[in-house]
């Protein structure tokens, strides 16, 4: 494991974005990490630092801008949530691709994305709307991809699987009631039809939110098993010099 460094970047000057890395010169492959509805916490900090210290640069980009949300007030985060609109996020999200990719320890044309919740759905979006920079992409209980009707009144995204081009990984708890297996199902047949790369795993046993160990329905086991599938698309579609 790298030692890391971490610091927030100045994206624009409306947005920020946490930023982890290995320390040396490099070069790294960059991960962006699009974060649930709770804001840029000490979870997602962490999450970036998971990835730096397996030799990633990583980035997560604050579409919150500055609002964190603990875990408990649901009402509020989805609140949130339901303001926000995917054209602006997909452009936060390539701008701080950019400015990483300005930096010299990051690698050119090595681009991964993970996202969870909410930020699995961004996830979907910008393997399709980033397709000629993203090398892999993982959703974690990617909510709002396909359901037959969304509560937060999002739109669905079955419409940009055409423009997909990097392999897909889908994870998901088989006790998550907030996504049924149904919308599993137009997920994969939409993938298939588009003849897309892509991996679909269900966990027994697993809620929504399994991965976070600040939530109640974190689930330890499935959330290592979960993060070395994310490691183990990552080390493949994006290497890492160590």
């Avoid at 730096?52 to 640069?57: F, H, L, Q």
């Avoid at 999002?154 to 897909?168: F, G, I, K, Q, Y």
């Amino acid at each position: 494991m790298s030692q890391i460094q971490s610091e927030w970047l100045q994206v624009s000057p409306e947005l920020r974005a946490y930023y982890s890395r290995p320390t040396g010169n490099g070069s790294f492959p960059l991960v962006l990490v699009f974060i649930e509805a709770f804001g840029v916490n000490e979870h997602f900090q962490e999450v970036a630092q998971r990835l730096a210290r397996e030799g990633y640069a990583a980035i997560v980009p604050d579409i919150y801008h500055g609002k964190v949300y603990d875990y408990k007030d649901f009402q509020n985060a989805i609140g949130h949530l339901r303001t926000l609109k995917d054209e602006p996020v997909i452009a936060e999200a390539h701008a701080s691709i950019a400015v990483a990719q300005q930096r010299p320890e990051v690698a050119e044309g090595k681009i991964g994305i993970i996202g969870f919740c909410m930020g699995g759905r961004y996830t979907f979006l910008a393997n399709a709307a980033l397709a000629n920079q993203v090398a892999v992409a993982v959703a974690f209980y990617g909510g709002g991809i396909a359901p037959e009707s969304d509560p937060a009144g999002r739109p669905p995204l079955l419409e940009h699987v055409p423009a997909m081009r990097a392999p897909l990984t889908l994870l998901y708890g088989a006790e998550d009631q907030s996504i049924q297996p149904d919308e599993h199902a137009r997920i994969v047949a939409a993938l298939s039809r588009a003849g897309k790369r892509y991996n679909l795993s269900v966990f027994p046993g697993a809620p929504h939110g399994f991965f976070s160990d600040r939530r109640d329905s974190y689930r330890p086991e499935v959330a290592a098993e979960a993060w070395q599938i994310a490691l183990g698309e990552f080390a493949k579609y994006l290497g890492v010099d160590k």
